[in-house]
């Protein structure tokens, strides 16, 4: 049995195959966040939490949902071993729309709660600011894409695992100060999260870059790779290099402008009793 | 700091042009080379097949002067033999006229009964149209086979659908235009690798 995708070099049949090991992670967190919000949510709020909202359930397991979705065949088992376009996807779907559904869905009491502790308060904090999510996110980024890398943790579900874990983990990273949901923690101000994500689009660039425009396959594991209906290896290399910039540029800038106008709402806001007391 | 150095070069040759400046064919020496080189060349087998058309193809006569890449496998190979194929056709459609004009790939089929003309055709067609399908008895396939130091292959159990898979080497055979075989390619090598190595070949006397 097989509890995790990984690279087996079968040729490919859309016949469906079970992963439980998928399924007890998916399983896990959601299972863990209707728990938390049943055993912790308070009776009484004070400050700004609020009671879970529905809109915080839908997106938690909107979040969640995508992870499956990313993580179980045929998606999953696509990226582990047959094309590097649908690793790419798989990758996107990890980084940039799970981890920021998750940890939207996560009311601000229960993120409170998770940050209580005195070391887990000065992560949090640390996280807030750009530079070490910047650099963690980009480390992992690159460290995952290394030819030798994907090479290495091909066949082993446990390797695989633990890089799918690594990569959603470095996106709820990335996307921790983007979206900053506690005042607490001194979060940027909107400009300077809009300019964090904006630095986040370019790069990205490198790696797509030569994806796109590689004469030869980058990656000898979607090489040689038995071709699933006769898609060669260099045209899903070309496709995954346009995935990786356009879907994620699209995803970032969309994030960028919904920030720009919030901003911008709330400039107007600031602005109209003064506008008001002058007149 | 080695291994990166390693990988940002792989990754510039990757996208680089490929082997030497342009691709031209280039006086070669067969230590260059980025298959398994023999160390002792091997001529090329005297024996006639039968091509997609039905006329009899000699191995020797109809392959003089060219670079030949010959294979023994099947149509219905789950992995290598597609992969062998579509490779090496991708990287023909890199190279330019002066060597892929001077290339011949050969498939020859493992698998008689299943290998139809017609069969064989169309499979390779998918690659690439220039790509030579030929048939054999089993006696001439295999002793084509011996000649160029390759196992027989070896039909496996048949199933209860009545498929079965083919054992087979999975390596190309290159003959070099002077009718000897310099090089074994086996399952692995690289498109990167055979762009680097074609052009050589052409060049090796």
């Known amino acids: 049995m097989n509890w995790w995708c990984a690279a087996s070099g079968l040729p490919w049949t859309w016949e469906w195959r079970a992963f439980p090991g998928v399924w007890l992670f998916v399983g896990a967190i959601a299972l863990g966040y209707v728990r938390a919000l049943r055993r912790l949510e308070p009776a009484r709020f004070a400050g700004d939490d609020a009671p879970t909202t529905r809109r915080e359930i839908a997106l938690f397991f909107a979040g969640v949902a995508v992870l499956w979705l990313a993580a179980d065949w045929p998606l999953g088992l696509l990226a582990a071993g047959y094309l590097l376009s649908a690793r790419t996807l798989q990758y996107l779907l990890f980084v940039m729309v799970a981890p920021p559904l998750i940890l939207l869905g996560l009311p601000r009491w229960l993120l409170r709660r998770l940050i209580r502790g005195r070391v887990a308060f000065r992560l949090a904090r640390v996280l807030s600011r750009p530079l070490v999510p910047l650099l963690a996110f980009n480390a992992v980024f690159i460290a995952v894409h290394l030819p030798p890398v994907i090479a290495a943790t091909a066949g082993s579900q446990l390797a695989g695992f633990a890089l799918d874990v690594a990569i959603i983990l470095s996106g709820v990273v990335f996307w921790w100060p983007a979206l900053a949901r506690l005042p607490e923690l001194e979060p940027m101000a909107y400009p300077a999260r809009i300019g964090y994500l904006l630095l986040s689009v370019f790069l990205p660039t490198v790696p797509a870059s030569f994806y796109t425009y590689a004469r030869f396959p980058i990656y000898p594991l979607y090489e040689l790779a038995p071709r699933v209906h006769g898609i060669g290896a260099v045209a899903d290399q070309q496709v995954a290099g346009l995935t990786m910039k356009v879907l994620g540029g699209f995803i970032l800038f969309g994030t960028m402008s919904v920030m720009f106008f919030r901003w911008h709402r709330i400039e107007e806001t600031a602005e109209t009793p003064r506008k008001e007391t002058v007149a | ?205």
């Open chain 2, 1 to 205: 700091m080695r291994w990166l150095m390693g990988v940002v070069t792989g990754l510039t040759l990757a996208c680089g042009p490929a082997g030497g400046g342009d691709g031209a064919a280039a006086a070669g020496d067969a230590a260059d080379l980025r298959g398994r080189v023999l160390p002792q060349p091997l001529a090329k087998p005297e024996v006639v097949f039968t091509d997609t058309e039905g006329r009899p193809y000699d191995l020797r006569r109809q392959t003089e002067g060219f670079l030949t890449l010959l294979f023994f496998g099947y149509t219905n190979c789950p992995d290598v033999c597609p992969v062998h194929m579509a490779n090496i056709a991708a990287v023909l459609k890199e190279l330019p006229p002066s060597v892929t004009m001077r290339v011949k790939v050969l498939f020859v089929t493992t698998d008689p009964a299943r290998d139809t003309p017609e069969r064989l055709r169309t499979w390779l067609a998918q690659f690439d149209p220039s790509f030579v399908g030929l048939t054999g008895d089993t006696a001439t396939v295999n002793r084509a086979q011996a000649a160029v130091q390759l196992p027989p292959s070896q039909l496996g159990e048949v199933d209860s659908a009545g498929n079965y898979l083919v054992g087979h080497a999975a390596a190309v055979v290159a003959f070099t235009p002077d009718g000897l075989a310099r090089a074994m390619y086996p399952f692995g090598i690289r498109q990167a690798d055979w762009a680097h190595d074609l052009p050589l070949l052409l060049g090796i006397r």
